[in-house]
């Protein structure tokens, strides 16, 4: 497969701009039956639009998806699902002055250089956060049939910006608060701080880095295949494809490299329920690339956007000599929060492709009789 | 694809199990021309086989590779690569006793509950690191292929051992010291504590994690795809396929959480050769998913191998109840030092894909006239 | 892959259903640099849309195609190519009648029974021969691709039709005149005696078989893989997936079965140009798997529609007893001559996926300097 | 994949060569619990066994079959199975001679054009039917498991040869006599007639073509895809895998183009039992790309060996004029019997493959408790 396909059985296919016509995708693999409308999707959709706020870029675009095919009576069918969205408040005046000054740590330079000069520039088309759009959408379809067949429910969260990191709090605080602050940080008064934090970033015209995490709770034993397609392997190939994201940890991740054995082991025991559980949970959810029935719970670093308003050097490709550039555009002062959602849509696909391909999830659901 | 193989044009087949008849591999993609035998294969093996040092488990095995098709004449034919290793220090007693008392933090549990009960168990069986000796055959021969095509150089090294960590060195040191010593060390003065350190903790029953960290040299701008293919997810998705590793991480990874755009974002300037060349490499040399043309450089964390010699809770499966157990067999206190020569592998096979993919290997070498 | 995406390096997404709100897909592995604009894809688009002529279907589509992404500046940027067309003339109230009397010899029964009734069976859903629309919008594009980089030339025509065979014609032949006509004959005399066939039969409420003959010239050796993915293996695989397809030959395929060695064997000579060419071609230009450097020939065989305005005998499947039909809404009397372009395009698409597959197309075409 | 691996969730690689030093086939996607050990292959690789009787090459191979990973006390685990033979009766003195002289309809020429001359030509290498054991392990392994999950049965005969053609006979005088006799045909009488044809030919140093039929029972309604992976499709692909075979056809095949819509229009009504079948089955058992539950009924042509004693041109490579030729070396002098299980065996790994993607088998068999 050339690079925009992602999957076995829940198979994602990713198209479209920045400054295009537009952006979506295609699931294949989809199972007939599951009930579905845009009114599913658009939500996710929303919480990763631009311009909802002050941490994030001030694009305004509606957003708006529209489901194409795969669905009849409300109901999926068993065939491909296209998805878009249009491209509506697209400014792509200052891309041109940027074609031979390329932004630094931004695609410009490797992508132009892998495609001859004919890619799409503007708004640094496929390596725009945008074409994550087509990834919401696509994961928004896999969390609810994740949740309707085995109930997994996903949740993440901003653990980190900035250097601040949340502490002392539940997933059911982070189920309840993440969405109602700009940050999606499951700690409010934090979130406050953050979000101050951000704000001054911004002033100065810098960025901030920051760390999600994310938590996904009843999966059954047995997704993840033991050697190649081992479950972290495939959520840190997905997780890599997120624009920014520069590290993914698992459990107690590089923190297990300076512990002993005896620390980082997950003991087990018989729960009140006669379940065999683990005291602690360093695996993340993960061990032998197979699921283990705790929550899964991994990390993804996100680097600071490498679009500043402040002065940086770069090369004029023309003259072949060191120039000064201020990159212009409109830009967030962060992706982490607007990530959150982007890291729980990706997840659900990596589970429901999983799911599907260990037989937990059928072909048809429910299913008429013939 | 089920889960055992790897790879979109330089495609790598694993089978085998640890205490069955041998490990082995086929390489499907494998260009037509490149001079190949067992020797070129045989000094890669050789540095991940146990029972080499102290650090490492006592089980002998000669790991002798057997190239079974797909070379003729001393060159490769673009048909498939079988190489293969027969087990013969086998001593699978110990795990008849472990059947119904599932190590912990090993796959002995999820393993037998996704397979049903089916799964060799004996050695962890898939699990086990030994199925990394088909890794290292396929690797070796990717290392090959990428050193004679585009001159590209591996080496990997051990960072950090037991939170003992490598400052201060250079790539050149590690080329030249990482397999003068038994721990894989740059600094074959810090090598000697770090192996102090490993014989300490094998004594007391325990083991140690650590960090391997990996430079790739010479790569052509253009490796990896802009979205789902991209070269930092594929070589996520590979380094997530090697036993242990719970973390990956490129350039500044988890350190640029902490960092602003203006301090992460690597500048360019042009070099005295007249290169466009940036002036720090926290991108890892991966930009957009793209290679940069800088050193690749990227670091997994390696979990404290799970296996030790104290006693430890689990639950004996067929009585429901809490029991302690001591795991039997050999193993190794610390899997970093034998991973070292795995990363490279692996990494190899990851640009061998990609430097396919992207056209920078022809199908055919040199090529005799027809 | 669960069903709709075809390929390795040039992959074509299928989505859309007959009655729902288009048609379309999503080409991922184009290479960058070919100039590209939708009056490159419509040409084909037209000569399969139905409406044109007496021999085929009423209704009426525009057919326009849109490239929705994937082109920039009037060139292909390397990124996956969506076209799309919509469904206009769409009729579906004879559909709902038949939900429970499928009809003979349609998917009807074996789509439903597949998708648990949740399949869109308005216009035969994924299973009418509008989804080959998007077909041929990728094998538009992959013929200009073809063409451009290697000269390859693709000519379909109708060999047989209802009984009636095409013979002593030229290549010349067939590609001045199959346009010409109704039927797609490479004899336009004959054509004329086709097309009188085709209406008497329809004014019977019956249909037709047929026979398309499939010519590509300037093929270079070398396209094919020797075993699974050898070019007749594809070729076949992509030939099936036309919808009515129940055969497919190579050379002098089925014929040979009846040959000797020593009249079916293609004798090598040197021709006048000094190039090593067979003195005949019953090998159909593949030997081997592999694409030899003379013409591909073959033929795949088109049953006549089973949609037919005779009466016929089915199940109510509520009522579990056989029951008379007569199928209703507006079909093809025959599929051949609208099968011609299609099959043209088919062909296209999976040379384009060889040719780039074994380096004969090249991911930047041209190419601008860095 | 590069070309050699084939399947979606049954996954067959193919590797080896016909002089080299054996040939064999990676299995991977086998679901665990199946009883499996080399007496479950063996019989089938004894029936396509070189030099068994008169009608075959006089290669004599052992053809003893090792499994060597993924089966487990008696059973398989879920991991790779890799089974392999061994070649012991290998001369290839003959084919030095042939390097420069390209046999006519042999692979030699393109194979050579494509590896730049580095293929291992001795005994046509990846291009001999040697291959093709491998085929038969993984098939025989694929019809174990339909056998034991689904109760399928597979039965192919030789329906043609040199023209003679098998006529009035039922599928159980197939299964009862094709093993029975050396061409493999359901009829005893033709069975003698054909046998005497062959010795005929091989008399006088040439070869014959001819056609096998293959039927499948107890399908389940919904094996295949509808559009690019259907049912036919599939199994074409992998037909067109076979070498020598030249054409597929499924059910009416060719014939159905001559024939109207209300003659090879399938008609249904409820049978005895209560089931909806259809009155004929000229739709060979898949509709709409999907197994309909009526048998499978598919027939793939042979060409004659091109290997023949007779005198024939070619061209000396390396002088580039034309020659004469007589190619040496042991050969078939029609493949048609030996292809017999061959062809039941690719039918298996196909139907398998589709069994499983559709969900009619699960990753465990029967399952023991945790």
Request: charged share 25%; proline share 5%; with cysteine.
């Amino acid at each position: 497969m050339p690079g925009n396909i992602y999957g076995e059985r829940f198979v994602v296919v990713s198209f479209g701009e920045s400054h295009g016509k537009g952006v979506g995708t295609v699931v294949d693999g989809v199972p007939a039956g599951l009930a579905l409308s845009e009114s599913d999707i658009q939500p996710d959709l929303d919480l990763r639009r631009p311009g909802q706020s002050i941490v994030t870029t001030q694009r305004k675009e509606g957003d708006v998806v529209e489901i194409m095919s795969g669905v009849f009576n409300g109901r999926t069918t068993g065939a491909p699902v296209m998805m878009m969205i249009r491209n509506l408040d697209v400014d792509s005046r200052s891309y041109e002055a940027m074609v031979n000054t390329p932004r630094p740590s931004h695609a410009d330079l490797t992508h132009k250089t892998k495609y001859g000069g004919f890619n799409d520039y503007r708004g640094s088309g496929r390596a725009s956060a945008r074409v994550t759009a087509g990834f919401v959408m696509a994961g928004a379809l896999a969390k609810k049939l994740l949740k309707e067949t085995l109930g997994i429910e996903i949740i993440a969260y901003t653990l980190e910006l900035g250097g601040l990191r949340a502490d002392g709090f539940t997933v059911d605080d982070a189920r309840k608060n993440r969405y109602s602050n700009d940050v999606r940080s499951p700690d409010p008064e934090l979130a406050e701080r953050m979000k101050q934090m951000v704000i001054k970033c911004r002033g100065e015209g810098d960025s901030l880095g920051g760390i999600v995490e994310c938590v996904a709770l009843n999966l059954p034993v047995g997704l993840g295949e033991p050697v190649f397609n081992s479950l972290d392997s495939d959520l840190a190939q997905m997780a890599l494809s997120i624009p920014a994201v520069k590290g993914v940890e698992f459990g107690s991740g590089f923190a297990s490299a300076k512990l002993k054995g005896s620390e980082n082991n997950d003991q087990y025991y018989v729960d009140k329920k006669g379940r065999i559980t683990a005291e602690t949970n360093n695996s993340g959810g993960i061990i032998g690339g197979v699921s283990s029935g705790m929550p899964l719970v991994y990390r993804l670093a996100f680097k600071p956007p490498a679009s500043i308003a402040k002065k940086q050097k770069t090369v004029d490709l023309s003259k072949k000599k060191q120039v000064e550039m201020v990159v212009p555009g409109r830009h967030d002062p962060v992706v982490v929060p607007r990530a959150v959602p982007i890291v729980e849509c990706c997840t659900a696909i990596v589970l429901a492709d999983h799911a599907i391909r260990a037989g937990f999830i059928s072909p048809v659901l429910g299913g008429k009789s013939t």
